[in-house]
């Protein structure tokens, strides 16, 4: 029997009530909508709505469907269309008639908003206790690497050397503002509906405060049409999630390149690799690509759902029931992804020498036009003298540092013998010292930094 039979003379339509059910997903709600219930009933109690007594039968109830739940014994029965209907059914044929007064100035409006903000909130620490253990994986791994040198990109061609450190160090800062974004998402979030009824609020004179503090929210929502229907923490959140899997899709993207045998710096562990059913060669880094292509899938939950808001009246509209598969999808997704990527590169492994194989002398072309700087030759013309340094090379098919000094002076006098110096790739990131860059000692410094937040 459905909760609003009374006003109709014919039962729903078979195919809308598959349509408008949402029990096959929102059941997950179940241990959110029943402590909802137990704090709503004693603030009815406190109302003097219900006796005291009432209000104890009702949660011993709701405790029994809280067991049948935990221990997948609950059954569905006809009618129960969402899981605040179902709940509330399976109480009533607990605890009788009594079970009939828990919805008392209550609505499914201010219910389901209840409830999906108190798992929102728990999914959010969920991820974000995740997230915290791939940067752990990603500062473990960059500590071994400050001294380890690979060509640093601009547009995927080579630029300047980095540390293997510094590059893996660039996603935990990534990460670390994804985090800040899934915090500061999770602080709207733990404002409370409850008590708000259908739009206008209640008659009764639950205290909403209590109930708000009883639940774990920071307070009472401040009006009542606007929290029935406020949907931000899941577009807050969806958001936090898709910025967070694009990164690490760049990540995955970067491995990808690193991890091609045209590259080969690094490897992944096979565990976390797969092969082809008929090229036996074949390594293959379908984590990465999961977490690359599964983004799209993230973007799709979040543009999906900001659509489905923009056009709404005021007030609750069915429309919001999309709220819920998209936000489950994009958790269960990323509760699937973060393991896989975390572990992927606790076990990566860094070819040094590969890395190392890679530096060429053209990566040094900018710590030469420094060098003429220091030499007291502008950098516009330092620039324009290197450049001609570099097509010289290429055209006598030599390196920089095989180019003889009198060849250099050739293009400007400023050379000297004491360039020699400058064609060391080690010199090159020492030199990068300034806070954040490349220079070892400066990685070491981030790498403290993040560890501090890490333990804090
Ligand atoms: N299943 C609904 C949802 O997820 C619950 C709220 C229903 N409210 C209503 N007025 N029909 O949005």
Redesign the pocket.
């Known amino acids: 029997m459905s909760l609003w039979g009374g006003r109709f003379s014919e039962p729903s339509d078979e195919e809308l009530r598959q349509l408008n059910d ?1 029990i096959p997903f ?1 059941h997950i709600l179940y241990a959110e909508d029943i402590e909802g219930s137990m704090v709503y009933a004693r603030a009815l109690a406190g109302a003097g709505v219900i006796s005291a007594d009432e209000a104890e039968t009702i949660i011993q109830g709701l405790r029994q469907v809280t067991e049948e739940f935990d221990a997948d014994r609950f059954q569905l029965a006809e009618g129960d ?2 899981i ?1 209907t179902a709940v509330e059914r399976r109480l009533t044929e607990i605890v009788g008639d009594v079970g009939g007064k828990l919805h008392t100035g209550r ?3 201010d ?2 908003a209840t409830d999906f903000r108190l798992w929102a909130m728990r999914a959010a620490d969920g991820l974000a206790d995740e997230l915290r253990r791939l940067q752990a994986a990603i500062v473990t791994l960059a500590e071994q690497h400050t001294e380890t040198l690979m060509p640093g990109y601009t547009h995927l061609q080579p630029a300047q050397p980095i540390s293997a450190a510094h590059w893996l160090m660039s996603f935990f800062w990534m990460l670390e503002r994804d985090l800040d974004r899934l915090h500061s998402a999770r602080r709207r979030m733990a404002v409370c509906p409850l008590g708000s009824g ?1 739009l206008a609020g209640s008659p009764f004179a639950v205290d909403r405060r209590r109930i708000a503090a009883e639940l774990g929210f920071d307070r009472p929502s401040a009006n009542s049409l606007d929290a029935v229907s406020d949907r931000d923490f899941v577009a807050d959140m969806l958001y936090a999630i898709c910025l967070c899997a694009a990164h690490l899709s760049r990540m995955a993207e970067d491995i990808l390149i690193y991890s091609n045998p045209a590259f080969g710096f690094i490897t992944l562990d096979d565990r976390y690799s797969t092969g082809s059913s008929l090229m036996p060669q074949k390594r293959n880094a379908d984590p990465m690509e999961l977490m690359r292509g599964k983004t799209g899938r993230l973007i799709g939950n979040l543009t999906g759902f900001l659509s489905t808001l923009k056009g709404l009246p005021s007030g ?1 509209n ?1 429309d ?2 999309e ?2 598969e998209a936000l489950f999808d994009a958790v269960e997704t990323m509760r699937r992804l973060l393991p896989v990527v975390g572990a992927t590169v606790r076990h990566l492994r860094i070819n040094e020498d590969a890395m190392e194989a890679a530096l060429t002398e053209d990566l040094l072309a900018t710590d030469l036009a420094d060098y003429l700087v220091g030499r007291g030759l502008p950098f516009r013309q330092a620039h324009h003298v290197v450049g001609s340094v570099v097509r010289l090379a290429a055209d006598r098919g030599e390196s920089l540092s095989q180019l003889p000094l009198s060849v250099l002076k050739g293009v400007s006098t400023v050379f000297a013998e004491d360039v020699a110096a400058v064609f060391s790739f080690e010199r090159s990131a020492r030199q990068r010292n300034s806070i954040g860059g490349a220079a070892p000692d400066a990685v070491r410094g981030q790498i403290a930094e993040a560890k501090a937040r890490l333990s804090s």
Request: proline share 0%; no cysteine; glycine share 0%.
């Open positions: 949402s929102d269309e969402d605040h609505s499914r409006n219910q389901v259908a609750y069915k919001l029931q709220d819920k």
